[in-house]
């Protein structure tokens, strides 16, 4: 319940994982739960239809997207959300081509595989998918600093664009802050210049905040952080706070073309799905959970930030709202990742009450939006012991 999973031996664990991503107001939260258990006994499907439900869900998702953002079509999966926006950009545009970036993720069909670097799935990639370098500050593929770098890795792309592509390009794909590789920050600058480079090129900025949406990052939008207005967005996990239900919204001129794609699906914008949804937005705005978010990262960030100094094996931390990533290095120097560190990390921690996502060099939390700041330190606390026990197995 809420913040807490309890095992089949009663064991509780604090949940630094919301599901995977998901379930930011908690687990079963009891609004959510009854909105969704009064529509199972009213009206579970009725094709794409618009039902009073979906109307309201509608007209409140609009309210909390960012800039004129309004043509909103409703999916079951995160995936098919993509697949969507990918099929709005190439009518929209007449564009036939996609740029994204390297260990992005955007799901497991052919198209959003395609947008990804990531094994084992690199021989499965359509043609027409390019791939930029992604900027990694820590870990910058051109072994630069910033900001004495210029954004280079803006420059870059826009020479992956000139040099790989035809020029018949519909839309640039990224996730605004990567999540499955380990909450990754691009440099504060980049996506207003990607936005830039779209619009000086006629090409669709198309910003995947399936993970980083729904106040994750302590904003509705972690686009907002950076300024930046999408031409196409698709939005999911947490925005059912674990129903499945997710969403690919297009700008007010591209409205029509969802049309044009044939945009629906057996199961998107079915009424319980809509009832979810909305109480889930009702739930963020009613119990103020973007502002628990924010003090959440003040604690989580604060004890990181510590962590960082005291320990060896402690290369980065970062964060933002819910999401944060701690990458383990067997030398602060030469930066080599730690995986067996962070195995031993994951392990020992759950086995001390902390249920969170499954680690290699990198440790990813995404603790609910509803976690109050004292369970936060708390789940700080079992962190720490648990680092530092496992550094001294390891020999620091
Ligand atoms: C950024 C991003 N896009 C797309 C997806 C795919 O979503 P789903 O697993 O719901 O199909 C994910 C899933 O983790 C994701 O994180």
Redesign the pocket.
Known sequence: MGYTLTDVDGNVYLDFSSG??VTGCGHSHPKITKEIQDMVGTLMNCHDFTTPVKAALLEKLVEILPGDLNGVQFYS???PA?EAGLRAARVATGGLEFISFWK?????TLG?VSLALMSPDKGLRATGFFLAPRPNCYRCPFKMEYPSCNLYCADFLERVIDEETTGRLAAIVM?PIQ??AGSVFPPPEFIPRVREICDERNILLFL?E??TGMGRTGSWFACEHYNVVPDIM?I??GLGNGFPV?AMVVKEEYKDFLEKISASSSYGGNPVACAAALATIKVIEEEKLLDNAKRIEKVIMDRLEKMKRDHPIVGDVRGKGCLFGIELVKDKDTKEPFDEAGKLIYQRAFQKGLAWIPAGHILRMSPPLIMPPDMAEKGMDILEEALSEVEKELGY
């Open positions: 995977i991503y999966d995160g995936t993509v992005d993720f955007h799901g497991k959003s996730e999540g499955w995947d399936i993970l698709t999911g996990k997710t």
